[in-house]
Each structure stands twice: as C-alpha cells, then as structure tokens.
C-alpha cells in the first residue's frame, strides 16, 4: 500500500471547492483484499478508533461506514484510508468531514481525496491512519504487503497523542479558531499568514490582522502598559478603580519586605507573565514569600508583591467598549468520594470526553505535576491521599483553563456597577479587546458594597471560556470582534477577475488590468511572467498558481486583482481564494496533453471550467467553442456573457434577445465593430482598427481578447467609456504584453515575437501574418516544448506548412526529457511530410543560433515570425540586432560602393549619401551617421 503522490489543494479544485488532499495509493495485493476478506480488520479498527461509528458514508447514517465494511463485498483499503484520515484530524480538534476515493484508471491505483484544515496535519494524519491499517492487517495478508514493516512495533494510542500534542503546536488556537469560525460565518475571506496565530481578514486595501486576540486595530502603547502588571495598576488606581495594594521588587529579602508592609496573607507573581504563569497566592509568611519570589523570577526579571483579595476569580471581556462575556474561572480540581485517591480521582476526570491535551478540546486535562504537588503540599495532602467525601481538593492556584480550570457562563448576571467598572478599566489602557481578571465574592452584587479589585488587564484574553464554557451560555464574542473590525455594510473584499483558457490568458488579462488602471485604480496582477501592482513587476516568473494569487489578495494596496489561472497551478494546488467575481474562459484547444492525468479535451475543460464554477456575479464563456459553451449549465454566477465573433450566432441571438449578456464582433461600412448587449441595451463599443494591439484589426486572436476584456470590465462596473479608453491604449508592445505578438520594425524587415506554443496558438499568428501581406519573403523560427505529444509536434508543424518560404526548427533550452536534436528533426520530418521542400528547412537546435540565422537571412520586405521560449532575450537579441553590410559590395577600390537594388531605390534624407569607411557600411550627413 504505497502513496504514489501527493497534492495539497489550497482553494478550489477539480474535487471540491475548498482545501483537499489529494493522495494517489497503490494498493498492491491488497486490491485483492477488500475488507469483508479480512477477519477481525473492522473490530479492531473500531477498537482504535470508537468514533468511526459515527461516520455515515454513502447510507447517510451514523453507523453506515461500518456496514459498508462489513456488508456485500464490502470497501477497499483506500476508502477506508479516507475515513480513517478525516477522523483522526477530529481527533485533534479539527472539523472536516468530507471525502472521496475513486479508481484512477490503472490497475490497484486510487484518489484518495479528504478534507483537512491545516494542511501539515492532514497529511499526517493520512500518515498515522496508514500505519494504523497495516498495523491491524491480519497476519496471513501482512504476509502479501511489503510496508506492512513501516508498521512494526506499532502503538496507535502512544502515535495519536503524540500526532495531537505536535497538532496544536501547528493548528489555530481556540480564540483564533473562534475568529476564523466568526469571518466565515459573515462571508470575510482569511488567510494564514504563517504557522501560528497570524491571520489576514478581508483582501487587498480593505485587510485587517489579528494574532491571536490582538487586532491590527489594537495600539501598542496599550498593549505595552497592559503587559506592564505595576503601570497598569498605578493607572486603574489613580482612576478610583478597585486595585489591590502592589510593590515592585526585585529581590527575595524585598519581596518579604513589601509583604509585611502590605500585610499577610500576599499574592507573588511576575511583573509581566501570563497564563498564570508563577504566580502563587494566599502567602502567610516570609518562607513562602521567599519561595513565590523564586518561582516568579523563572519568568519575570521583575517581582510584583500585592494585597491578597479574597473572592471567586472572574474573566470580563471587553470589546469595542462593550462588556460581551464574563466568565467564573474555577482552579483544576478534583472532589473526594471518601474511597479513590486523588491520583485515582485525577484519572477520572481525565477520561471526561470534553477533556483532551492541551487547546484539542473545550476543556483540558488534569496534570499531577509539580505546581500540582505544591498545591497539595500546602493543605497537608499528596497524590495518595485519600478526600472525604465531597471535598474539593484544587491542584493549582488560579483559574487558568490551560491548566485544567474550568469555567461558568455569568454574562446574564452581572451587576451593572460591575460592567462599567470593566468597561473603564479596558478603556484607561486603550484597548480595543481586553480582558479584566476581577476577583469578587459575589459578581451580582456591586463592588462597592461587597469588595473585589482588578488583578490585572490582558491584552490578548483568550476567547475558549467564553466560546465553550464548561456550564452556561456560550457567547460569540469572536463575532463581536469580527462587527468590530468590518461594521455590517463595510466592504471586506476587492473585486477579483479569474482568465484562463489555452490562448490568450496574458494578453487578456493585461487588457483587463490596463482598463482598471486606466481609471485610477490600483491593481494587482498576476501572470505568466510575474506580479504586477500598479503596473509594476514585484516578482518575476510564472505567477499563475495559488501562491501568486494570495500575494496580490496580500497586498495592502491593490483594490482591485486580475488573476491569470493556468492549468498547471488548478491541477497542482488548486485556486488561491475561495470565488472570484468574475471568471472568464477564453477557448480550450489541445495543449498540455498528457500530463498529469489530463488525455482529453473533455478533461482539460473541466480543469478550466473551475474558474466559472466558482465566479459570484458574472461567468464569461467563448461561444464559438463547444467546451466553453458547456460550462454555462456549471456556473451559478448571477449572469453569465458570451463572447462571439460570429454575429449569426443562433444560440447567442435567443440569449441577448431574453435580456441575456453578450459581446459580439459585427461587421460594418468601416470594418468590425465591438458591440456589447446587456438587459436588452444594444452598446456599440469601438471599431476594432483602433485597438492598437489588433494592429488595424488584422490580429484577430487579439480582438477576440478585446471582446473578453471588455465584457469582463463590464461585468465589473467598469463605465464605456473608460473601457474605450482603455482599449485604445492598449498595445502589443514588449512592455505592455511580452511575448505576446510583439512587433519590431526598426530593421529593413520586420519581426514578430510571440510565445505561442500550441496549434491553436500558432494558427492564430499564422493568420495574422497573412493578413499583414508582407512584400517579401515569410520566415519562421519554430518549437515546441519537450513534454508534448508527438501528435503536438504534427500539428503544429501542419498549422505551418505552406505558408512560408523559409523554417528555421529549434529546441528549447530545456529540452524536458527529449533527445538534443529531437524536436527540431521532427518538426523537419513532419513539413516535409506535408509536402515543404526541403531546401527551405533549416534545423538550428539552440535558440539564440537559430533566431541569429533568421535576421541574418532577413531582407528588405520580408516578415519574420520567431515563435520564442525566452521571451525577453529574444527580444534583446532582435533589437540589438545590427546587419554585418547594408551592400553587396566586394570592390577593392574602397571608396566605391556598389548597392543593392533595395537600397538604390531607398529614398535617402536630404543630404545623405551611403559611405564606406573603417566603421564599416552607414548612412551618413556631414559627419553624423
């Protein structure tokens, strides 16, 4: 049973729409071993795992994966591979639940896709739930299973505390976990920002932070005076508010000092810890005083030495200046029974299912260590003695949940005296969140008449006492945070545009961003050649992929994201984010192929078709493409646009007349028009000559991205206007659209770069070409990609043949598996094969050569086509380019100078003539080239 690969799935995907794993299992032998063939395998996983009863797999019922197990011929190792991983995520804590296994196509082999919340633990525990499986394989079939050795001296309950301990090292705490649980119940996207408490609600310029409970809204100053026990106390006291009498010291015969000028009893504890980190109360003499002194310098270089209030230790919550929660905390303890020893009662306890390690569950465990020990010590107990019953034996001094205390819901009770004392008290240290530990020995009752006094202000109050109290009301205190950060009506999101498609993402996509940019906006783009915010290039490479998107949605900045989506970056990791607003796919052709279990175009368009399956307001499909046409039955966008460039188009006509959206190339006195239909308005647009980028409406694969662009600023609340003036602004440039049917004319001919690399690709430069009707010769420099089909090879080399008078076959720099020569000595093979003579094929295997070898061969009239692979050197090498002679001229006589016929019939400037000197051949006046 071997993992073959593995992929973590950050956002949308082909299996669902939210973060899976996807785990590719060879099943081995025991693909002959379903689980009805394997006696006792389902007693003893249900041993190890109770909770799997609970599981209802396709019967919908708890108990339904356990009959799948056991009825008819039951399931497969990688189904219950599944189950097994998605439970004991929840064992940690987690809260997933889906899952899906099927056959991938080869002989034993299956997706195994789950659900995970954190991605480190949930292939962990896929991990853990193997060795499980081997572990409990009966002996005659571990036999037939060579891994079953990964399994050897196997002990599951010892591997899954320890899975759960390094789990919440790694997963969000309970107050994060809160807050995260709060923005996805109101709709606001968050990002993990790194592997603790770090996370980014909201997108783009309208992003707020927390960490933990500290928002990005919280002052520092406020946060630095809280931590401060003494400055705090000094505060709240010169404002009338109840504090206890404090010193500060720094030294154990000080501490004793300050205690009996205080008075006995004396609480001692760090001037800035938490959690109740080495505080110890209720000191009656020096000894002990000495001793809590000790325990609070291991956390604090400085001592606080106070007043000891006697009262019941409650947590109030403030938020946004509002009193949302409070809490009685009670220390970790246990109740004599008058027969079990406190180690046995301990033990009891524990087994508590609401009690687990550490923040896994609303409760933690009980721990006999040695702050318990010390605790026990002081009332003349061990961990053997035995309590009478109904007594309360505390193992720790305060009230800390992640101590073992517990806590009781007292919101609905509070005396109002109270609730503005709090309130005052978070409001004098300046927090927008802060939790007030107020001691009192009744919380319904005003402090004025019945004492208490504030120990200490939290800067960052954990939430779990609140979110699952042990007894009472929960509250949503998180939402409280969240209505703080984002008021009801305030926007936590920028406007995201998803483009894929075979041909034509970058160009439309950098369309799309010059139209938003254009009226003032800043935008993040994402694309085949880097991140791009306002304009420029941030990070340099193909940045179509999860990761490019979340560093746009990242940017405090951009208010508005063009995210190019590959085909690649879907099937590796799926999306960045969970929807865009509008999703466009512009065509799906044969390209890619082959690779990574795509073999069909029919495949290859349900990959794509994932940007419109998850677009909110608007999905933009290719109508004269089937496969994009078929994706409008799996959008649930509020209206979908179709693109066309076929004015006749039946299905396009009966869409716009029922007040549906579309963009349609019509054709007119002047040439074609760009016409747009939305809520039965007909909307002329622009004549597609005055895109520069079409040049003069020749580039028809360019129009057509027009179309899209247009359409999809328009779905975007982008104005005509604005459209327009974008569009006519928009060029083919290199440094507007690298790669993309860039045109140099600074030579005696012209050359077009293109990054073209499929069929569909290579048609559409073909036609443009054709269209541009150059009076000399045609010239193209051609590849394709390694890792392509034979049959790309074919048919691209088909989409070629005949149309010009010289080829010049090369190799990528990175030949991806093929021979040196094998790629252009196929593309030789197949134009002769489609009947190009030979002579006019050359095969030049390294780029640079082969590109040198065309504008060496370039004459006056001709027009170059170099499909390229480094784009940006190409580029250079084009327009660093320089003729050896501009004559044909061989005489010895050095002063005479014999042209060409091109050159004689050149109209010169007025004063010019063509001179030969030890510079070589130049066109000079006077003294001036």
């Given at each position: 049973m071997k993992v073959l690969e593995t992929r973590v799935y950050q956002g949308p995907n082909q299996w669902a729409h939210f973060p899976v794993i996807l785990q590719v299992l060879d099943l081995g032998a025991l693909e002959h071993h379903p689980t009805v063939m394997l006696p006792h395998f389902v007693e003893k996983l249900t041993a190890a795992i109770p909770s799997l009863v609970e599981h209802g797999c396709s019967y919908g019922t708890a108990g339904g994966f356990l009959r799948r197990m056991q009825e008819n011929e039951g399931t497969w190792m990688g189904h219950v591979l599944e189950h097994v991983a998605i439970e004991i995520q929840n064992l940690a804590g987690a809260r997933v639940s889906f899952g899906k296994t099927r056959g991938n196509g080869a002989p034993g082999q299956y997706n195994v896709v789950f659900e995970y919340e954190e991605a480190q633990?949930?292939?962990?525990?896929?991990?853990?739930?193997?060795?499980?499986?081997?572990?409990?394989?009966?002996?005659?079939?571990?036999?037939?299973?060579?891994?079953?050795?990964?399994?050897?001296?196997?002990?599951?309950?010892?591997?899954?505390?320890?899975?759960?301990?390094?789990?919440?090292?790694?997963?969000?705490?309970?107050?994060?976990?809160?807050?995260?649980?709060?923005?996805?119940?109101?709709?606001?996207?968050?990002?993990?920002?790194?592997?603790?408490?770090?996370?980014?609600?909201?997108?783009?310029?309208?992003?707020?932070?927390?960490?933990?409970?500290?928002?990005?809204?919280?002052?520092?100053?406020?946060?630095?005076?809280?931590?401060?026990?003494?400055?705090?106390?000094?505060?709240?006291?010169?404002?009338?508010?109840?504090?206890?009498?404090?010193?500060?010291?720094?030294?154990?015969?000080?501490?004793?000092?300050?205690?009996?000028?205080?008075?006995?009893?004396?609480?001692?504890?760090?001037?800035?810890?938490?959690?109740?980190?080495?505080?110890?109360?209720?000191?009656?003499?020096?000894?002990?005083?000495?001793?809590?002194?000790?325990?609070?310098?291991?956390?604090?270089?400085?001592?606080?030495?106070?007043?000891?209030?006697?009262?019941?230790?409650?947590?109030?919550?403030?938020?946004?200046?509002?009193?949302?929660?409070?809490?009685?905390?009670?220390?970790?303890?246990?109740?004599?029974?008058?027969?079990?020893?406190?180690?046995?009662?301990?033990?009891?306890?524990?087994?508590?299912?609401?009690?687990?390690?550490?923040?896994?569950?609303?409760?933690?465990?009980?721990?006999?260590?040695?702050?318990?020990?010390?605790?026990?010590?002081?009332?003349?107990?061990?961990?053997?003695?035995?309590?009478?019953?109904?007594?309360?034996?505390?193992?720790?001094?305060?009230?800390?949940?992640?101590?073992?205390?517990?806590?009781?819901?007292?919101?609905?009770?509070?005396?109002?005296?109270?609730?503005?004392?709090?309130?005052?008290?978070?409001?004098?240290?300046?927090?927008?969140?802060?939790?007030?530990?107020?001691?009192?020995?009744?919380?319904?009752?005003?402090?004025?008449?019945?004492?208490?006094?504030?120990?200490?202000?939290?800067?960052?109050?954990?939430?779990?006492?609140?979110?699952?109290?042990?007894?009472?009301?929960?509250?949503?205190?998180?939402?409280?945070?969240?209505?703080?950060?984002?008021?009801?009506?305030?926007?936590?999101?920028?406007?995201?545009?998803?483009?894929?498609?075979?041909?034509?993402?970058?160009?439309?996509?950098?369309?799309?961003?010059?139209?938003?940019?254009?009226?003032?906006?800043?935008?993040?783009?994402?694309?085949?050649?880097?991140?791009?915010?306002?304009?420029?290039?941030?990070?340099?490479?193909?940045?179509?992929?999860?990761?490019?998107?979340?560093?746009?949605?990242?940017?405090?900045?951009?208010?508005?994201?063009?995210?190019?989506?590959?085909?690649?970056?879907?099937?590796?990791?799926?999306?960045?984010?969970?929807?865009?607003n509008v999703g466009a796919v512009l065509n799906v052709a044969e390209d890619h192929l082959g690779l990574k279990g795509i073999d069909t175009l029919e495949q290859l368009a349900q990959i794509k078709r994932i940007v419109v399956e998850v677009a909110r307001d608007a999905a933009v499909l290719n109508a004269d493409d089937a496969h994009c046409l078929r994706m409008a039955d799996h959008t649930d966008a509020k209206n979908i646009w179709y693109v066309t460039m076929n004015q006749a188009h039946s299905l396009v006509r009966e869409h716009i007349r029922a007040g549906g959206s579309a963009v349609v190339l019509e054709g007119g006195i002047n040439g074609h028009m760009i016409t747009l239909y939305h809520q039965g308005a007909q909307m002329p647009l622009l004549w597609t000559h005055l895109i520069p980028a079409t040049l003069e409406g020749r580039a028809m694969h360019n129009v057509q991205n027009a179309m899209f662009a247009a359409a999809m600023a328009y779905a975007m609340d982008v104005r005509l206007d604005d459209i327009r003036t974008g569009l006519r602004t928009f060029d083919s440039t290199f440094f507007q659209a690298p790669g993309r049917m860039n045109v140099f004319a600074e030579l005696p001919f012209r050359v077009i770069v293109d990054y073209g690399h499929n069929a569909a690709a290579v048609k559409a430069m073909v036609q443009t070409v054709l269209a541009m009707e150059p009076t000399g010769k045609k010239r193209v420099v051609v590849a394709v990609p390694g890792d392509r089909r034979d049959a790309d090879v074919t048919a691209i080399a088909r989409e070629l043949a005949g149309r010009f008078d010289q080829y010049i076959c090369r190799r990528d720099d990175n030949p991806r598996g093929r021979g040196d020569t094998e790629i252009p000595e196929m593309l030789k093979n197949c134009l002769v094969a489609e009947g190009v003579p030979e002579d006019t094929i050359h095969v030049v295997v390294k780029e640079a050569d082969a590109v040198d070898f065309a504008l060496r061969e370039g004459q006056p009239g001709d027009l170059i086509l170099v499909f390229a692979d480094q784009v940006t050197r190409t580029w250079k090498q084009v327009i660093r380019f320089r003729p050896e002679k501009a004559s044909a001229a061989t005489d010895e006589d050095p002063g005479t100078l014999r042209l060409t016929p091109e050159l004689e019939l050149m109209e010169l400037p007025e004063g010019s003539q063509w001179v030969r000197d030890d510079r070589g051949v130049r066109l000079a006046r006077g003294d001036e080239d």
């Amino acid at each position: 049973m071997k993992v073959l690969e593995t992929r973590v799935y950050q956002g949308p995907n082909q299996w669902a729409h939210f973060p899976v794993i996807l785990q590719v299992l060879d099943l081995g032998a025991l693909e002959h071993h379903p689980t009805v063939m394997l006696p006792h395998f389902v007693e003893k996983l249900t041993a190890a795992i109770p909770s799997l009863v609970e599981h209802g797999c396709s019967y919908g019922t708890a108990g339904g994966f356990l009959r799948r197990m056991q009825e008819n011929e039951g399931t497969w190792m990688g189904h219950v591979l599944e189950h097994v991983a998605i439970e004991i995520q929840n064992l940690a804590g987690a809260r997933v639940s889906f899952g899906k296994t099927r056959g991938n196509g080869a002989p034993g082999q299956y997706n195994v896709v789950f659900e995970y919340e954190e991605a480190q633990v949930g292939e962990q525990a896929a991990a853990l739930a193997r060795k499980l499986l081997l572990s409990i394989l009966p002996d005659e079939v571990k036999l037939l299973v060579p891994e079953v050795r990964e399994a050897r001296n196997f002990d599951f309950q010892e591997q899954l505390e320890d899975f759960i301990r390094w789990t919440q090292k790694r997963a969000l705490g309970p107050s994060t976990a809160s807050l995260v649980r709060a923005a996805k119940a109101r709709g606001i996207p968050w990002i993990r920002l790194n592997e603790y408490s770090l996370i980014q609600f909201g997108h783009g310029k309208y992003q707020k932070r927390i960490q933990a409970t500290v928002t990005s809204e919280t002052r520092h100053i406020a946060v630095q005076i809280a931590s401060d026990k003494e400055e705090t106390n000094k505060i709240l006291g010169d404002l009338g508010l109840p504090v206890p009498r404090q010193r500060l010291v720094r030294d154990a015969e000080n501490a004793v000092r300050a205690a009996e000028r205080l008075g006995y009893p004396v609480v001692v504890k760090p001037l800035d810890a938490n959690h109740g980190r080495g505080v110890s109360i209720g000191l009656t003499d020096a000894a002990q005083v000495r001793v809590g002194f000790d325990v609070a310098r291991e956390h604090a270089r400085s001592v606080i030495v106070e007043t000891f209030i006697e009262g019941l230790d409650h947590r109030m919550l403030v938020i946004n200046n509002q009193l949302v929660a409070v809490a009685k905390r009670v220390p970790g303890h246990v109740v004599g029974d008058g027969i079990k020893t406190i180690a046995q009662l301990v033990d009891i306890v524990n087994q508590d299912p609401n009690r687990g390690i550490g923040h896994e569950k609303i409760l933690t465990r009980l721990e006999l260590d040695h702050q318990a020990n010390e605790q026990l010590s002081k009332v003349g107990l061990t961990t053997e003695s035995i309590p009478d019953a109904g007594k309360v034996v505390y193992l720790r001094a305060t009230g800390n949940l992640s101590t073992g205390g517990t806590a009781v819901d007292v919101t609905d009770i509070v005396h109002p005296d109270n609730r503005e004392m709090a309130v005052r008290a978070v409001q004098a240290i300046g927090l927008d969140v802060g939790g007030v530990d107020f001691l009192s020995p009744d919380i319904s009752r005003s402090y004025k008449e019945v004492g208490g006094a504030i120990c200490e202000i939290n800067a960052a109050p954990g939430f779990r006492m609140h979110v699952a109290p042990t007894e009472g009301t929960p509250r949503d205190v998180a939402g409280a945070v969240m209505d703080m950060l984002f008021p009801p009506g305030t926007p936590t999101r920028i406007p995201i545009a998803a483009v894929t498609g075979t041909n034509g993402k970058t160009t439309t996509a950098r369309m799309l961003a010059h139209i938003h940019k254009m009226r003032g906006k800043i935008v993040g783009l994402a694309s085949t050649d880097g991140v791009y915010i306002d304009g420029w290039r941030k990070v340099e490479g193909d940045m179509t992929g999860p990761v490019a998107a979340q560093m746009v949605l990242r940017d405090p900045t951009v208010d508005t994201a063009v995210l190019e989506t590959a085909r690649g970056g879907l099937l590796r990791a799926g999306m960045g984010y969970r929807y865009c607003n509008v999703g466009a796919v512009l065509n799906v052709a044969e390209d890619h192929l082959g690779l990574k279990g795509i073999d069909t175009l029919e495949q290859l368009a349900q990959i794509k078709r994932i940007v419109v399956e998850v677009a909110r307001d608007a999905a933009v499909l290719n109508a004269d493409d089937a496969h994009c046409l078929r994706m409008a039955d799996h959008t649930d966008a509020k209206n979908i646009w179709y693109v066309t460039m076929n004015q006749a188009h039946s299905l396009v006509r009966e869409h716009i007349r029922a007040g549906g959206s579309a963009v349609v190339l019509e054709g007119g006195i002047n040439g074609h028009m760009i016409t747009l239909y939305h809520q039965g308005a007909q909307m002329p647009l622009l004549w597609t000559h005055l895109i520069p980028a079409t040049l003069e409406g020749r580039a028809m694969h360019n129009v057509q991205n027009a179309m899209f662009a247009a359409a999809m600023a328009y779905a975007m609340d982008v104005r005509l206007d604005d459209i327009r003036t974008g569009l006519r602004t928009f060029d083919s440039t290199f440094f507007q659209a690298p790669g993309r049917m860039n045109v140099f004319a600074e030579l005696p001919f012209r050359v077009i770069v293109d990054y073209g690399h499929n069929a569909a690709a290579v048609k559409a430069m073909v036609q443009t070409v054709l269209a541009m009707e150059p009076t000399g010769k045609k010239r193209v420099v051609v590849a394709v990609p390694g890792d392509r089909r034979d049959a790309d090879v074919t048919a691209i080399a088909r989409e070629l043949a005949g149309r010009f008078d010289q080829y010049i076959c090369r190799r990528d720099d990175n030949p991806r598996g093929r021979g040196d020569t094998e790629i252009p000595e196929m593309l030789k093979n197949c134009l002769v094969a489609e009947g190009v003579p030979e002579d006019t094929i050359h095969v030049v295997v390294k780029e640079a050569d082969a590109v040198d070898f065309a504008l060496r061969e370039g004459q006056p009239g001709d027009l170059i086509l170099v499909f390229a692979d480094q784009v940006t050197r190409t580029w250079k090498q084009v327009i660093r380019f320089r003729p050896e002679k501009a004559s044909a001229a061989t005489d010895e006589d050095p002063g005479t100078l014999r042209l060409t016929p091109e050159l004689e019939l050149m109209e010169l400037p007025e004063g010019s003539q063509w001179v030969r000197d030890d510079r070589g051949v130049r066109l000079a006046r006077g003294d001036e080239d």
